[in-house]
T-cell receptor, first 112, second 114 residues
Framework: TQLLEQSPQFLSIQEGENLTVYCNSS?????LQWYRQEPGEGPVLLVT?????EVKKLKRLTFQFGDARKDSSLHITAAQPGDTGLYLC????????????FGKGTHLIIQP | EPEVTQTPSHQVTQMGQEVILRCVPI?????FYWYRQILGQKVEFLVS????????KSEIFDDQFSVERPDGSNFTLKIRSTKLEDSAMYFC????????????FGPGTRLTVL
């Protein structure tokens, strides 16, 4: 079973600050996805990264896939209270596996 | 924008009863999934379904669980005899595999077993 370790588990910062959260594993993944989940709702897809070293930007969010495809980071610039939520990374191991393995997530709170 | 829908949003049942959770995947998607999330825990994969058959299942997906695509739009998860530990959020997801393995999730059904 591949494990995805997300850090930090909890992060509370002031509006306007920058932050980075991480998703690490000892396994190689064919692709990795970042989701955001609100309490009582389903995960909402933010991005999929596929190529080692790939960087994708979504407004103030920057996602990077590690060169070895074992880890990923999410950087938020000038965080806003609307960014508050649970950020999950999820990945497929490849080899025909269908089911995503999820991390436990980073609980992010942006204080006004 | 197309989205996955699920019904009901909340289901309460007695232990030992059968429940059917329903999902309508995104219309041009061919790959369908069920996941569950016990309160405070990680999202866990249950089963994937393609071409009218199960393509992969986790060890959680035992004989009490079954999936079906009864028509061209619905995808269902049945739990034959619910247990207290089946209480969780159940999420349906679908994918078209055009963007590798990007899975889109529904809003979930909260199942409470009493």
């Amino acid at each position: 079973t591949q494990l995805l370790e997300q850090s930090p588990q909890f992060l509370s910062i002031q509006e306007g600050e920058n932050l980075t959260v991480y998703c690490n594993s000892s396994s190689v993944f064919s692709s990795l996805q970042w989701y955001r989940q609100e309490p009582g709702e389903g995960p909402v897809l933010l991005v999929t990264v596929v190529t080692g070293g790939e960087v994708k930007k979504l407004k103030r969010l920057t996602f990077q896939f590690g060169d070895a495809r074992k880890d990923s980071s999410l950087h938020i610039t000038a965080a806003q209270p609307g960014d508050t939520g649970l950020y999950l990374c999820a990945a497929l191991s490849g080899g025909g596996a269908d089911g995503l393995t999820f991390g436990k997530g980073t609980h992010l709170i942006i204080q006004p | 924008e197309p989205e996955v829908t699920q019904t009901p949003s909340h289901q309460v049942t007695q232990m030992g009863q059968e429940v059917i959770l329903r999902c309508v995947p995104i219309s041009n998607h061919l790959y369908f999934y069920w996941y569950r999330q016990i309160l405070g825990q990680k999202v866990e994969f249950l089963v994937s379904f393609y071409n009218n058959e199960i393509s992969e299942k986790s060890e959680i997906f035992d004989d009490q669980f079954s999936v079906e695509r009864p028509d061209g739009s619905n995808f269902t998860l049945k739990i034959r005899s619910t247990k207290l530990e089946d209480s969780a959020m159940y999420f349906c997801a679908s994918s078209d595999r055009r963007i590798p393995d990007t899975q889109y999730f529904g809003p979930g059904t909260r199942l409470t077993v009493l």
